[in-house]
């Protein structure tokens, strides 16, 4: 078993610098994180969630899975099954481009969202000799036996975006905070609506942990302000064209008694903007928005003036993980959990007492970029899905 250790806040802080996260995995994590294809000004220090933790950070040590480079990683991706996921393959493989020289082979397989084909591509990269595993699980329970044995075998394992329920069976789990996101739209809601005001809540898939993570802690932060009223919560699994019917609905019950729009992504978000605009509701009269990814929802708000804050579930997450990954085989000590930076992106004027930007919107959307293009993806300004390619060992 790695050992997790316990440091106060002086130390915490300074044995991540002296192990050398404090410059490359934590370090490197908030700056990709903040990249966007515009390359803009943003928070690129340690990320927040562990700045602010009221409880300690728990370090792992690593020290047993130290041995010389070159490294065989093996990759098990859950799937690309939509822009987000695909977004954040490449950053997998961009960033195993990046470490090249270190690494020996970097082994890919992909398990098109089935939990069953996963179990038996990391069987086979388990095979392979791979000094670590790095896994983006397509569910907790079913992938959960599988790290297990790999942990027991002795090789470290990864995890990212998605987790599995038992901690001894990863080293580190890198994603980005569900709750800190929510807390942080949807306090700038009921403060941008002076603490009153009729909301409607779209959250993303029903039952997926992302979705139901970010309402509960959405309605912590609501539930402080007796002024704000639930008029509807709708899931939306995610989809514009959901959000676009869902929200055309509550439009058609509610009319102009609709003060905000708390939205979990700008998935769902630009679809619920385009429901107003087709009803009929245009620039600064469609009521304040929340919402990050997508950069068609950047590009809406920017066009219509309306209230809006921004911020992104990053897939930069794929490159943290992989250079939390190398430090691991070197031998540093990393955190149990890594939560990559997020940056604030609120419009013009629209700072609120508690959030503010780290990003202004103009400076964020990509206009440049089409509607379906993620944001947060940490690859510089050149990246384009499209076109993307990676070269690193095999």
Not at 154 to 181: E, H, Y
Not at 254 to 279: K, M, P, R, Y
Not at 328 to 347: E, W
Request: aromatic fraction near 8%; glycine fraction near 10%.
């Amino acid at each position: 078993m790695t050992s997790t250790l316990q440091f106060d806040r002086r130390g915490a802080l300074k044995g991540l610098a002296a192990a050398g996260i404090g410059g490359a995995a934590l370090a490197a994590a908030p700056s990709v994180a903040g990249a966007t294809a515009k390359a803009s000004a943003g928070y690129g220090g340690l990320p927040r969630t562990f700045l602010w933790n009221p409880d300690f950070n728990a370090l792992v040590d690593t020290s047993k899975f130290k041995k010389k480079a070159p490294y065989t990683i093996g990759f098990s991706n859950a799937s690309q099954a939509d822009l987000w996921l695909v977004t954040f393959f490449h950053g997998v493989q961009w960033a195993a481009e990046r470490h090249g020289k270190l690494l020996k082979k970097f082994i890919v397989t992909d398990a098109n969202s089935d939990a069953t084909k996963q179990i038996s591509d990391i069987q086979d990269l388990l095979n392979q000799d791979i000094d670590l595993l790095l896994v983006n699980p397509a569910t907790a329970d079913a992938l959960d036996p599988i790290l297990g044995r790999a942990t027991r075998r002795g090789i470290p394992v990864v995890t990212a975006a998605r987790r599995v329920k038992s901690d001894g069976n990863f080293v580190s789990f890198v994603t980005a905070s569900d709750t800190a996101l929510a807390r942080m739209s949807a306090t700038w809601m009921a403060e941008k609506l002076g603490g009153k005001g009729r909301i409607v809540l779209l959250p993303g898939l029903a039952g997926a942990s992302p979705a139901e993570f970010r309402l509960q802690a959405a309605k912590e932060v609501f539930a402080q302000f007796p002024g704000i009223e639930f008029i509807d919560t709708q899931y939306t699994s995610w989809s514009p064209a959901n959000g676009k019917k869902i929200m055309s609905a509550i439009i058609q019950r509610h009319g102009t008694g609709i003060d905000g729009v708390w939205a979990d992504s700008g998935l769902q978000g630009s679809g619920s903007v385009e429901a107003f605009v087709n009803a009929g509701v245009s620039g600064k009269k469609i009521p304040p928005h929340t919402g990050g990814d997508l950069n068609g929802m950047y590009k809406l708000a920017l066009k219509h003036g309306f209230p809006f804050c921004g911020i992104d579930y990053t897939p930069s997450i794929g490159i943290a993980a992989v250079d939390l990954a190398i430090k691991v085989l070197q031998g540093t000590a990393v955190p149990k959990r890594l939560d990559v930076n997020f940056q604030v992106v609120i419009s013009d004027g629209d700072e609120t007492r508690s959030i503010r930007a780290d990003v202004a919107l103009k400076d964020y959307a990509a206009l440049d970029k089409p509607d379906d293009f993620i944001m947060g993806h940490g690859m510089g300004p050149a990246y384009n899905p499209k076109t993307f390619k990676a070269n690193y060992p095999r």
